[in-house]
């Protein structure tokens, strides 16, 4: 048995129906390997029994430890959470849904044993999807890798592996608004991929409707990229372009007779429109950036743990024991 150890961060949110069937698959994968290992469930202040049953089975298993938040704090919160808390010499981040298959697990181990420091699963099919999700999913890649001034990799998640060089780094990190695919790509380092199909989810719904889709998606678009200031600023120059040319338009009309512009309000209309839409538009681009300073400046923690749980090998079985940690000391690490 290899001394290193790989911890494995799990972000749970409501996941009763396949939580258990989770812990089966991953414990069957990492004791298939040759290394020590933990397996960090990290409850997102989930409302069913999400809670009750990691505590079931922390009981009988060494190797679970868990996070539980005081409140929902959002998936890449948790992600976060479990990173700062883990002990491995490497992470892998995989969703307790399980459609990133666990079993490639050991190839991004294959692929850390050759010297990789990060290690992402790369989406070469998507089962069990909706259309509208596969066709925004794909758009949403391809538009990010086009306005982000970091190249990230298309097709990929949170699901990979990350040595514990990178997480050092990761760790000191502070900023509030996480995207953790796009930080790690900005961190750098030797950077690897594995290819897999997703799998339908095992159990469950989805805990990303339309309406976290699209903040998640604003979140990598505007923590990466100053593209889209630079943006309204091309659109704010063409609007006066076309202003002049409606103004010389206009003293050409009056001079030599041509049909006169004021005879339809149409034109005056939809350049009003057009022009308060731009204003518009640059007030909330604007807007997203000022949030984000603003969430920034008021330094509260990223997430509050109400505690973690842990049985070692002596104390399975018998009374719970709780190890609590600050919200200062767990943002700081």
Known sequence: MDDKCISVVVPAYNEEEVIRQCYDALTDIMIDTRYEYEL????????????????????????????????????????????????????????????????VIHQMLEKWEEGYDVVYGKRKKRKGETLFKLATASLFYRFLQRMSDTEI??????????????????????????????????????????????????????????????????????????????????????????????LVYSLCAKLLGLPEVERGWTSIITVITLFSGVQMLSLGVMGQYIARIYDESKNRPQYIVRETVHYPREELHANQTYQYYPPSEIVSK
């Open 40 to 103: 960090v469930f990290v409850n997102d202040g989930s409302k069913d029994r999400t809670m009750s049953i990691l505590d079931e089975l922390a009981r009988l298993d060494e190797h679970v430890r868990i996070v539980n938040f005081a409140r929902n704090f959002g998936h890449q919160a948790a992600v976060t959470a479990g990173i700062n808390l883990a002990k491995g010499d490497c992470v892998v981040i995989i969703d307790a849904d399980l459609q990133d298959p666990p079993e």
């Open 153 to 246: 990799p298309r097709d990929t998640g949170d699901f990979r592996l990350i040595d514990r060089k990178v997480i050092h780094v990761f760790n000191r990190m502070t900023e509030r608004n996480k995207f953790i695919r796009g930080i790690i790509s900005w961190i750098g380092f030797n950077q690897s991929y594995v290819e897999y199909e997703r799998h339908e989810r095992a159990a469950g719904t989805t805990k990303y409707p339309l309406r976290k889709m699209l903040a998640f998606a604003s979140d990598g678009i505007f923590s990466f990229s100053s593209k889209p200031l630079k943006l309204i600023t091309r659109m704010g120059m063409l609007t006066v372009v076309l202003a002049f040319f409606v």
